[in-house]
């Protein structure tokens, strides 16, 4: 990963612009049960480096590539900015960290700045694709007019299934984004700055699978369709957040 092009003058990436700073929300924080959310299973934040928290503790991960760190909407923290060329592939130790439960729910804090589509988040297999090692979920944003969610999981021997909301960040503007998914796992519910953005169904149920591997601003077993734009936060949860909960999340995070 190289950003060798990108030069930061003024407050801004050159060609990229910097996000809105109108809002101004609280300090991290979202482990433990602040405001009575179940306890997070994952959630990523970039301090200088790519952290990963798990109930409330540092865990080390490899990251391969390098990053190109900006001051963050969260006072004092930083955020990652992604060029829309490169992803972070995070190697684990264990190999089942990832994989596809029945309820699941996701949450990031992005603002892009490309109309193309972008991963923000991805899973994906170890090596060859058989049926029971399907396990590819993800967060991706689709920039149509207006923009949108998407939720991404493979079933069966790999097949495809996407979910789309009916709304979605916009450019330049920092917001919550993310989805839910119940134990029927066909539904997702889409939330955008803490309020519903509408449901999908698919045809198909999601593959638990048996391993797995995550990356960030692309998708994990390579492609395109790389996200551009500042993430300063990803977490997910295995279990079905209620729409009060993703409010509560946003109200938090956001400081609105």
């Not at 109108?22 to 979202?30: D, F, R, T, V, Y």
């Not at 953005?197 to 045809?203: H, K, L």
């Not at 551009?228 to 509560?248: H, M, N, S």
Request: some cysteine.
């Amino acid at each position: 990963m190289s950003f060798a092009n990108d030069t930061i003058t003024g407050g801004s990436v050159a060609g990229g612009g910097t996000p809105s700073a109108e809002i101004q929300p609280a300090p991290l924080g979202l482990v433990g049960n602040p405001h009575s959310i179940p306890d997070v299973e994952r959630l990523f934040l970039f301090n200088g480096n790519l952290n990963e928290e798990l109930a409330g503790s540092d865990l080390f991960t490899a990251v391969s590539g390098s990053a190109l760190y900006r001051d963050s909407v969260f006072p004092g923290a930083q955020c990652l900015y992604l060029n829309g060329s490169s992803s972070f592939d995070y190697s684990v130790a264990n190999s089942t960290p990832f994989h596809q439960r029945a309820e699941m729910s996701m949450i990031a804090v992005v603002a892009p700045f490309s109309t193309n589509d972008g991963w923000i988040m991805t899973t994906s297999r170890f090596g060859s694709d058989p049926g029971e090692f399907n396990n590819c979920w993800a967060l991706k944003t689709k920039n149509d007019t207006p923009s949108k969610i998407v939720a991404f999981h493979e079933s069966g021997e790999g097949v495809n299934q996407e979910a789309v909301s009916e709304r979605g960040a916009q450019i330049g503007q920092w917001t919550t984004i993310g989805w839910s998914r119940p134990t029927a796992a066909t539904t997702y519910t889409f939330y955008e700055a803490g309020l519903a953005a509408g449901e999908d169904t698919v045809a198909a149920a999601p593959s638990e699978g048996q391993d797995s591997k995550l990356s960030l601003g692309g998708f994990s077993e390579g492609g395109g369709d790389y996200w551009t734009g500042y993430i300063a936060l990803v977490a997910f949860w295995w279990e079905e957040l209620t729409a009060a909960q993703f409010r509560t999340i946003d109200r938090y995070l956001m400081g609105r």
